[in-house]
């Protein structure tokens, strides 16, 4: 496969999971300011703005500034357009693999947000809008694409993804500990309360909320999980099993990640909660750097600079 080709579609399995994941981030702040009326507005849109790395963001920011800039503005790069137009770009690029399908789910989805269907909507609903439409466009994609080498480049690029925005989604709950229902939102959001509740039972602990999401091997928005298709699909695309250590830079960074978060005692993994997951951005860092290296060498990748990748 063309390096132009498998870049397009790595990107674009990450741009769609961004939009979706930047819905549900947003989502737990204007749950959290319903839940708990003391909460100050300002300074939880700053903090969750600084959790998502977003640059140039000083001083307090209003309610309603917070949903343009990570919504429905342009010229931000984490918003929700941004990332819908920069997975448009890429399967533009990417034509002729994309199923015709998956091209028109991805090209109506950005068509209605550019034309400002997001500011005629309440924002839960608009946020919803945007998650459904990114689950339809990955479900086009895996129902209606081959599962050949192009798919596997989509679905390593969503892994990845998923586990940085799964990052910082769970170091927001974190940082707002103060509020009783964080972790519960969060859970939410993720759309993982009845698997969770299922698991663990009504109660919502903030210890058992962020095992699960972080952890957990049958939920497949948890990190482990991410981390272990990620590495499904990176072994899908070596060219030959070795018999002994991994050729794969990248695949070597994903399973020593994997394993420490699997292997490390829950007690010492919760207590550093929120360097665990500075660590984990740091992972996905180290891991687009290497997929770079060995898979788009030539071709200059597309920068999410608000979050450092």
Do not use: K
């Not at 990114?134 to 479900?139: D, E, K, M, P, S």
């Amino acid at each position: 496969m063309l390096s132009r080709i498998a870049e397009s579609l790595y990107w674009i399995g990450r741009y769609v999971e961004r939009a979706e994941d930047t819905c549900r981030i947003l989502d737990v702040h204007l749950q959290l300011m319903v839940d708990d009326p003391s909460t100050d507005p300002q300074e939880s849109a700053t903090t969750l703005l600084a959790v998502l790395g977003m640059p140039g963001t000083t001083g307090p920011v209003a309610p309603e500034e917070l949903l343009t800039m990570l919504q429905y503005d342009h010229t931000s790069t984490c918003s929700v357009l941004a990332a819908l137009e920069g997975a448009r770009e890429a399967a533009r690029r990417a034509r002729e693999t994309v199923s015709p399908e998956m091209w028109e789910s991805l090209n109506a989805t950005w068509n209605a947000v550019r034309a400002g269907q997001l500011r005629r909507m309440r924002p839960v609903a608009g946020l919803t809008y945007v998650r459904e439409r990114c689950a339809l466009i990955a479900g086009m994609a895996d129902s209606t694409m081959s599962h050949d080498e192009g798919w596997h480049f989509l679905r390593l690029g969503r892994a990845i993804e998923r586990v940085d925005m799964s990052a910082r989604l769970m170091l927001w709950a974190a940082v707002s500990r103060r509020s009783s229902s964080a972790w519960n939102n969060a859970l939410r959001a993720c759309g993982a309360i009845h698997a969770f509740r299922r698991t663990h039972g009504a109660a919502t602990l903030d210890e058992d909320a962020a095992e699960f999401l972080l952890v957990d091997r049958l939920f497949p928005r948890s990190v482990v999980y991410s981390l272990t298709m990620a590495e499904s699909a990176l072994a899908e695309l070596e060219p030959g099993s070795l018999r002994s250590g991994f050729d794969s830079e990248a695949l070597r960074i994903l399973g020593r990640a994997r394993t420490e978060l699997e292997y490390e005692p829950l007690s010492e993994l919760l207590t550093e909660l929120p360097e665990a997951l500075a660590r984990l951005q740091q992972v996905c860092i180290s891991v687009d750097a290497a997929i770079s290296q060995r898979y788009f060498v030539g071709a200059l990748s597309p920068a999410w600079t608000g979050g450092g990748v």
